[in-house]
C-alpha cells in the first residue's frame, strides 16, 4: 500500500509543503533558463550588429566603376577584369575584356570608330568590406568633403566631378553620411589588369551609409601616387547598408 496511507496529519502537510517547494524550485529554474536564452538572444543581436558595422559580407552591387586610361602617347590599351561575381553592365561591350586606342587627353576609341570618355561597368559580388575606419560627414557637408577627399586620393577635378555628381544626390539628404575608401577589399575582389602596364594605378572605391545619429570611427588617412607616365584611373563605390 500506498505510504503516504500510514502517515499522520502533520506528515501529509509536510510532504505537500515538500512537494510544493519542489515545484516552485522546478519553476524557478524555468524561469532562470527562459530568462538566460533571452539575454543570449539579445547579446547575439548586439555583437551581429557590431561585427556588421565593421565588416560586411554580402551580396552587394559595386557601382559605377569607371575606367580612365591616359598613355603619353597615343597606344592601343587591353583592359581585363577578374571580379569575385558576376558582370551586370558594361559599356562599351565587354567581351572577354576592351581593347581601344587611347589619347593621352584620355578619349578611347574603339575598333569601330566610336569614341568614349571611359570604360563603364557594374556588378554583383560577394566580399567583405572594412568599415573600421573612415569619416563620418553631414550630409550638407558631403559635397565639400568629397572634393577635398578625392583630391587627396589622386583624382583630378574633372574625374572628381563626376564621381560627385554621380554619388551626391543619394547622399546629400542624409543627417549623415558614414564613409570609408577601401583599398585591398575591393582590390582582391576586383582584379584589373592593364597591358601595357601603367606606370602609375589610382583605384577609388568608396563605401557608405546613411544614419540618422553620428557615427563614431576612426579617421582614414588618405594617400595617393604620384601621377606620371602611363596612367590608369579607376573610381566607383557601393552603399553597404
Same mark, same amino acid.
Do not use: H
Given at each position: 500500500?500506498?505510504?503516504? !496511507?500510514?502517515? &499522520?496529519?502533520?506528515? /501529509?502537510?509536510?510532504? $505537500?509543503?515538500?512537494?510544493?517547494?519542489?515545484?516552485?524550485?522546478?519553476?524557478?529554474?524555468? /524561469?532562470?533558463?527562459?530568462?538566460?536564452?533571452?539575454? #543570449?538572444?539579445?547579446?547575439?543581436?548586439?555583437?551581429?550588429?557590431?561585427?556588421?558595422?565593421?565588416?560586411?559580407?554580402?551580396?552587394?552591387?559595386?557601382?559605377?566603376?569607371?575606367?580612365?586610361? !591616359?598613355? $603619353? %602617347?597615343? &597606344?592601343?590599351?587591353? *583592359?581585363?577584369?577578374?571580379?569575385?561575381? %558576376?558582370?551586370?553592365?558594361?559599356?562599351?561591350?565587354?567581351?572577354?575584356?576592351?581593347?581601344? =586606342?587611347?589619347?593621352? %587627353?584620355?578619349?578611347? &576609341?574603339?575598333?569601330?570608330?566610336?569614341?568614349?570618355?571611359?570604360?563603364?561597368?557594374?556588378?554583383?559580388?560577394?566580399? =567583405?568590406?572594412?568599415?573600421?575606419?573612415?569619416?563620418?560627414?553631414?550630409?550638407?557637408?558631403?559635397?565639400?568633403?568629397?572634393?577635398?577627399?578625392?583630391?587627396?586620393?589622386?583624382?583630378?577635378?574633372?574625374?572628381?566631378?563626376?564621381?560627385? *555628381?554621380?554619388?551626391?544626390?543619394?547622399?546629400?539628404?542624409?543627417? !549623415?553620411?558614414?564613409?570609408?575608401?577601401?583599398?585591398?577589399? !575591393?582590390?582582391?575582389?576586383?582584379?584589373?589588369?592593364?597591358?601595357?602596364?601603367?606606370?602609375?594605378? #589610382?583605384?577609388?572605391?568608396? =563605401?557608405?551609409?546613411?544614419?540618422?545619429?553620428?557615427?563614431? #570611427?576612426?579617421?582614414?588617412?588618405? &594617400?595617393?601616387? $604620384? /601621377?606620371?607616365?602611363?596612367?590608369?584611373?579607376?573610381?566607383?563605390?557601393?552603399?553597404?547598408?
Amino acid at each position: 500500500m500506498d505510504d503516504e !496511507y500510514y502517515m &499522520t496529519e502533520e506528515q /501529509r502537510i509536510q510532504l $505537500e509543503m515538500d512537494k510544493a517547494e519542489k515545484k516552485k524550485g522546478k519553476e524557478k529554474w524555468k /524561469r532562470i533558463i527562459v530568462w538566460a536564452i533571452a539575454v #543570449i538572444a539579445v547579446l547575439a543581436i548586439i555583437w551581429f550588429a557590431f561585427l556588421r558595422d565593421l565588416y560586411y559580407e554580402m551580396n552587394y552591387t559595386v557601382r559605377k566603376p569607371v575606367i580612365y586610361l !591616359y598613355p $603619353e %602617347d597615343t &597606344t592601343e590599351v587591353s *583592359v581585363t577584369l577578374d571580379i569575385n561575381g %558576376d558582370l551586370t553592365t558594361t559599356y562599351p561591350k565587354y567581351e572577354n575584356g576592351w581593347t581601344v =586606342t587611347a589619347d593621352p %587627353d584620355g578619349t578611347l &576609341t574603339d575598333d569601330l570608330g566610336k569614341s568614349y570618355n571611359y570604360l563603364y561597368w557594374e556588378a554583383e559580388t560577394d566580399a =567583405t568590406f572594412d568599415m573600421s575606419e573612415g569619416f563620418c560627414v553631414k550630409g550638407s557637408e558631403t559635397a565639400e568633403f568629397l572634393e577635398n577627399a578625392l583630391s587627396e586620393l589622386g583624382l583630378t577635378r574633372r574625374e572628381a566631378n563626376e564621381f560627385i *555628381v554621380y554619388w551626391l544626390p543619394l547622399m546629400e539628404g542624409n543627417e !549623415y553620411n558614414v564613409i570609408s575608401f577601401q583599398s585591398e577589399a !575591393y582590390t582582391d575582389n576586383a582584379k584589373l589588369y592593364v597591358n601595357p602596364e601603367p606606370d602609375t594605378l #589610382i583605384r577609388v572605391f568608396m =563605401t557608405w551609409y546613411g544614419s540618422k545619429k553620428p557615427v563614431e #570611427i576612426k579617421e582614414q588617412k588618405l &594617400t595617393a601616387p $604620384e /601621377r606620371k607616365g602611363f596612367t590608369v584611373v579607376e573610381w566607383g563605390g557601393s552603399m553597404v547598408k
